[in-house]
């Protein structure tokens, strides 16, 4: 369960779990937009700070967030050993034929990896907090004034909140299908890097037939309750915007105005 925890949602009753999902969207896209204004100490400093403080109101273990970025080490790894070994300016500290580690390569390669790390912990945190179908009411509210411009609020909403409610389906899968392929003798971590490779086909071409036909099932099930689009559907979900929202959004452009004036030029 804790392999990939984005899109699941742990009940509970903290200050983030109570917060209108509009305010948790509006603030997590303010907070990848502000993030890239911290690129000195200070700045990254006030942004782990206030990351882990929002942690620590959603009364969530710190564990559970350091589990769920394991999955995204690989990927962050490789993005920040790319920065650092060809990203050139300042003193060279390491040259080996044309790899290069340079002072301006390594301070770039940090700011890379803290920004991952910042922005998978609070986008885990607002899917931890937030249910998929609360959110995709949040996304489909946001996005209600730009329907005269033909932009489809309410199946934009729609997509994300299937999406996220079946990546640990597909998670599942994966483990189901991965497991029946041991026992029939499959090693996945045995060979060179191409032998890897083709291991893998094992795993897809059964996860996408899965995946299609829990589609098709899906679809045929929404037909069969009479499902349609927007127009005209009542809200069983009242969403309600309190002072604590606005406070929230207060503190995130309070936040950027902070990072604003204190990052580096």
Partial sequence: MDKLILGRYVPGNSLIHHLDPRSKLLA????IMIVFWANNLVTNLIMLAFTLLAVLLSKIKLSFFLNGVKPMI???????????????????LFLLWIF????????????????????????????????????SDAVEALLKPLEP????????????????????????????????????????GEGNLIQ????????????????????????????????????????????QWKLQDTVTIFVMFSLAALLFFLKSN
Avoid: C, W
């Avoid at 996220?164 to 189901?176: C, E, G, I, N, S």
């Fill in 28 to 31: 997590m896209i303010i907070f």
């Fill in 74 to 92: 690989g990927i962050i790894l490789f993005t920040t050993f790319f920065q650092m070994f060809f990203t050139h300016g300042g003193d060279t």
């Fill in 100 to 135: 290069k580690v340079t002072t301006y390569g390594l301070n770039q390669a940090a700011l890379i990896f803290m920004r991952f790390l910042l922005i998978i912990f609070f986008s885990t945190l607002l899917t931890l907090t937030t249910t998929p179908l609360s959110l």
């Fill in 149 to 188: 411009l033909k932009v489809p609020a309410h199946e934009i909403g729609l997509m994300l909140s299937l999406s996220l409610r079946f990546v640990p389906t597909l998670m599942d899968d994966t483990t189901r299908i991965m497991n029946a392929q041991r026992a029939r003798g499959v090693d996945f």
């Fill in 196 to 239: 890897k490779v083709k291991s893998i086909i094992p795993i897809l071409i059964p996860l996408f037939a899965s995946s299609f036909k829990r589609a098709d099932a899906l679809a045929i099930a929404m037909e069969a309750r009479g499902y349609q689009g927007g127009n005209g559907r009542t809200k069983y979900r009242i969403l």
